[in-house]
């Protein structure tokens, strides 16, 4: 139970001197920080959306296929 405490603590002070080291950075740094959050923000979204395109696909291929295995096995059955 202690190291969860401690470990919060430490990423509470974390937090703390990022903010303060923030707030007292130049204009350019704060644009800087501003640039690579929105950067990961968009590598996020889109890195998302490819995996969500990729599973789409996936379904698609797999639904192909089970149609072609029940269409195989309807086919064999009215030859018999």
């Known amino acids: 139970m202690g190291t969860k405490k401690n470990g919060l603590l ?7 001197i990022a903010w303060w080291k923030y707030k007292n950075s130049s204009d350019e740094d704060k644009q800087a920080v501003k640039d690579t959050v929105n950067n ?5 979204n889109k890195w998302g959306t490819d995996l969500k395109s990729k599973a789409s696909d996936l379904s698609s291929q797999v639904q ?3 149609n ?13």
């Open 64 to 66: 192909d296929k089970v």
């Open 40 to 44: 990961a923000k968009d590598n996020f």
């Open 68 to 80: 072609q295995a029940k269409t195989s096995v309807e086919d064999s059955v009215n030859q018999n």
């Open 10 to 16: 430490a990423l509470l002070g974390l937090g703390a």
